[in-house]
């Protein structure tokens, strides 16, 4: 499960971000937004189709909640003001990960407190629509974007990332045969 991904400037290498997940932290060396579109990736999801579907439920095209899959919605949060143009300022935020807001600081579930430069009530509505999408996904949306995910075209990143898939599957079996 993902608990947040914040952007991290880290001296020497710059502009990165960090994953909190169950399996601990991960310093990712790309830009939040790349983090994101291996995130959905690897979920088999169309970051695009998703946020196009959230959009349209909820009446609001920027900074809305995005649904990775059961129990994980990921909500934007700001957490440090850009240094440049094109930085961005906001990291995600699990849905479910949540223990507790404060006035400065969102506690998560595995203790670890993220500081963001917004106000709360920012962070509240955002909540609030996480739990509109969480209600939409669950009942008959969900699977009217199961069928539209279905019916866009394969591109050759979907195709890369199956061949990916069955290389792995190949190599287990290998592996298990020698065994």
């Known amino acids: 499960m993902i ?10 290498t710059g502009d990165c971000c960090i994953l909190y997940g169950t399996e601990g932290e ?3 060396r790309k830009k939040i937004n790349s983090s ?8 088999c999801l169309d970051m695009r189709t998703v946020k196009h579907k959230s959009s349209k439920l ?16 990921l909500i934007p949060v700001k957490v440090r003001k850009p240094r440049v143009h094109r930085d961005t300022g906001y990291g995600y935020v699990n849905f479910y ?6 006035e400065e600081t969102i506690l998560l579930k595995n203790n670890k407190e993220i500081f963001f430069c917004e106000g709360k ?3 509240i509505k955002r909540i609030k629509m996480a739990r509109i999408i969480e209600e939409a996904f ?24 199956i061949l990916r898939q069955i290389e792995e599957i190949k190599r287990t079996m290998e592996r298990m045969m020698l065994l």
Request: charged share 30%.
């Open 121 to 123: 009530r920012r962070i």
């Open 26 to 28: 991960e310093i990712q």
């Open 36 to 43: 994101l579109k291996d995130l959905f990736n690897d979920k």
């Open 138 to 161: 669950k009942s008959s949306l969900c699977r009217e974007m199961a069928l539209d995910y279905l019916s866009i075209p394969a591109t050759k990143e979907d195709i890369s990332l």
């Open 97 to 102: 990960a949540i223990n507790n807001i404060n």
């Open 58 to 73: 909820l009446g609001q095209r920027n900074l809305i909640p995005l649904y990775l899959g059961r129990d994980e919605i």
């Open 3 to 12: 608990y947040c991904l914040i952007p991290e400037y880290i001296e020497g």
